[in-house]
């Protein structure tokens, strides 16, 4: 074979193979609900062909510009949650196995979320049946009374279960309040933090990882006080500065290393956008080298503000970890506003997850605390579930779980999505909102998966008036065309990690074995030999 064939036979498989690229899986969910969260197998599939003119709009997606790696999609687990939860596993067991996989299951092509990451209060929120800490009423800096179980048991119980569904699972430890004693109202509801007990709130939160690591809960992350600027006197809240915040991360931080905790991350801030130039800043500018990153919420501010932090801080984690819905309010505008903001708005402004408030409550959004004034309008949790053993899903579920199709791993053991750069262009660059990821494999000789996640939100032309975009999808040169209904669309196919050919060498030839998809699947095309005197 003379060097000339040996490039022709490259250039020719090189092309076949990005031809050879289809769309075979799509995730749709439209305004108008006739698509909820429903798989479609597209036949003939979408191909990846030869550039034409682009459509009313172009998503170029380029893999060699890549962000963050993803950690989940997920919400909070409150003691409200897991009460509802627990009651229904009472009531119908049945009916709660289908709702904790449909929530939770992340194997691949089944129709669940997969939903991984779970936010746990320590001690009381506005969530609960009582206020309680893990300690007793009176100062005890020893804390010779702390005692993990003084949180109800259907809490661990239902970590536990989503933990045999998903073994993914990554649960982010908050209190709501420190101790009354550490405060200076006396009581779990508002006040603010008292420096002199910095030490002992450090070695508060270790023994809280303590006990549910010892329940075989280890948590992913730790963040030492939820919304440190509010203070509410209705429900446990409590105003700590980022100086505070910083002398118990830096302790906790050497407490955690210590005592085998070390891959615990450790969490700023946990409060809203708006000052994201402010407070989560000024912690990382002081005490950056004992946290991983900061968490924000949705209450003020915009999106946006999370550039704000990580232009300051590139290096640093931002998770995205609390915000609820409204009972009452609109389905498709919140979904829209949601998958534009959090889902897709968050996440392109470099947060590793996103987080809705309760996981499940029942129709009126309760129970919550007795007293509190927190979610006057109703709070809407992910699932409602109600008395006599039903549940439905919410517009938050159906947004959590399209964003979480495109990251979650495609094979067992194997890594996160990592968003990559995306591009949208042409006369309708407006109507779309887009992420774009790449999965690796457990198998590096297989496939890397690419997905995107899609907000049409082109409604309201000249009044109400949802009209789909016709769009094509660029990838390393080649072509897809797929027109985007209103509302959220997740869509992925499978590559080779890198130009048309893996091979293995020997001494006197090199092997390459060509791949392509076929129906959604890697499977081989070709394998020649290339002898080192043809080139």
């Known amino acids: ?56 709009a172009n998503i170029a997606v380029n893999e060699g510009t890549t962000y963050q790696t993803m950690s989940g999609f997920g919400g909070s687990l409150t003691d409200s949650a897991a009460k509802i939860l627990n009651n229904l596993k009472s009531t119908d067991s049945d009916s709660y196995w289908d709702l904790m996989y449909y929530l939770f299951d992340p194997v691949d092509g089944r129709n669940a979320a997969g939903l991984n990451y779970i936010r746990v209060n320590l001690g009381a929120s506005d ?24 949180a109800p048991s259907y809490l661990f119980s239902t970590l536990t279960d989503i933990k045999s569904i998903n073994s993914l699972i990554k649960i982010h430890l908050i209190p709501w309040s420190p101790p009354g004693w550490m405060k200076s109202s006396g009581s779990m509801n508002g006040g ?16 809280s990882v303590q006990g549910f690591s010892g329940k075989g809960l280890t948590p992913y992350a730790i963040s030492i006080q939820n919304e440190p600027e509010n203070s509410n006197p209705t429900y446990p809240t409590c105003t700590m500065t980022y100086s505070q915040e910083g002398e118990i991360g ?7 290393n210590n005592n085998g905790f070390s891959a615990v991350k450790l969490i700023g ?50 998770y ?39 996981i499940a409550l029942d ?4 129970p919550r605390l007795p007293g509190t004034e927190s979610c006057g309008s109703g709070c809407r949790p992910i699932v409602n579930v109600n008395s006599d053993g039903s549940w439905s899903v919410n517009q938050e579920y159906y947004g959590l779980a399209e964003a979480s199709k495109a990251v979650v791993p495609r094979d067992t053991g194997g890594p996160w999505g990592q968003r990559i750069q995306t591009t949208v262009s042409g006369t309708y660059t407006w109507a779309l909102k887009v992420s774009g990821f790449v999965t690796k494999r457990a198998s590096s000789s297989d496939w890397p998966r690419y997905s995107l996640v899609v907000l049409n939100w082109r409604d309201s032309e000249g009044g109400w008036n949802p009209q789909p975009v016709a769009t094509t999808i660029t990838f390393r040169g080649a072509q897809a065309s797929y027109t985007f209904p209103v509302g959220v669309t997740t869509l992925w196919w499978y590559a080779a990690a890198s130009f048309a050919v893996n091979g293995t060498s020997t001494d006197e030839c090199t092997s390459h074995i060509v791949y392509a998809e076929h129906e959604g699947k890697q499977t081989t095309f070709e394998m020649f030999r290339v002898q080192k005197d043809d080139f």
């Open 269 to 318: 801030y946990d409060h809203n956008w708006n000052d994201a130039g402010g407070y989560p800043s000024n912690l990382m500018r002081d005490y950056g080298s004992y946290f991983a990153g900061v968490a924000f919420h949705c209450y003020s501010g915009s999106v946006s503000d999370q550039a704000t932090f990580h232009n300051s801080y590139p290096d640093k984690e931002i």
């Open 1 to 56: 074979m003379t060097s000339f064939r040996v490039y022709i036979l490259l250039l020719t498989f090189f092309f076949w193979s990005v031809g050879a690229q289809e769309i075979w899986d799509i995730w749709q969910t439209t305004w108008s609900r006739s698509k909820l969260f429903t798989y479609q197998k597209v036949s003939p599939p979408l191909e990846f062909g030869t550039p034409g003119s682009t459509q009313d």
């Open 320 to 358: 995205f970890t609390e915000c609820t819905g409204t009972i009452g309010s609109d389905w498709w505008s919140d979904i829209k506003w949601q998958t534009a903001n959090l889902y897709i708005g968050a996440v392109n402004q470099n947060a590793r997850s996103v987080l809705m408030w309760n």
């Open 363 to 366: 129709g009126n959004g309760e």
């Open 127 to 150: 969530f609960a049946d009582t206020r309680y800490t893990y300690v007793g009423a009176d100062v005890d800096t020893s804390l010779s009374t702390f005692n993990i179980n003084k």
């Open 250 to 256: 830096k302790t906790l931080r050497g407490l955690l």
């Open 192 to 207: 603010s933090f008292l420096s002199t007990y910095s030490s002992t709130y450090a070695n508060y939160l270790l023994k």
